[in-house]
């Protein structure tokens, strides 16, 4: 079974950072693309940020472009996700998706397997 944990939420102020970590396991992962996710209350969940284990093109969206880096470690089947200069605005439970194919897709039908979601809160 693939199974997605995510962890190193927390709580920060305005202007700090956070590194959020998605550990998969159950599956060689070569031939998928992650996401994470991010829903506040009364939202629905957005995409955020992409990244296939066989490539290095990653992508955001436009309100946490040059704020926040995704990245993997294969060897961990790790993918994190680098949070600077955070926002009010950027406080969500943020999830770690998982979907079978190369190419990252933006919505959130398209992602077969996700975790429990960790919890981001930014004050100011």
């Known amino acids: 079974q693939v199974q997605l944990v995510e962890s190193g939420g927390g709580s920060v102020q305005a202007g700090g950072s956070l590194r959020l970590s998605c550990a998969a396991s159950?599956?060689?992962?070569?031939?998928?693309?992650m996401g994470w996710f991010r829903q506040a209350p009364g939202k629905e969940r957005e995409f955020v940020a992409g990244i296939s284990w066989s490539r290095s093109n990653t992508y955001y969206s436009d309100s946490v472009k040059g704020r926040f880096t995704i990245s993997r470690e294969n060897a961990k089947n790790t993918v994190y996700l680098q949070m600077n200069s955070l926002r009010p605005e950027d406080t969500a439970a943020y999830y770690c998706?998982?979907?079978?194919?190369?190419?990252?897709?933006?919505?959130?039908?398209?992602?077969?397997?996700w975790g429990r979601g960790t919890q981001v809160t930014v004050s100011s």
């Open positions: 998706a998982a979907r079978n194919s190369i190419v990252v897709v933006t919505t959130t039908t398209q992602y077969d397997y």
């Open positions: 159950g599956r060689t992962f070569n031939t998928y693309s």
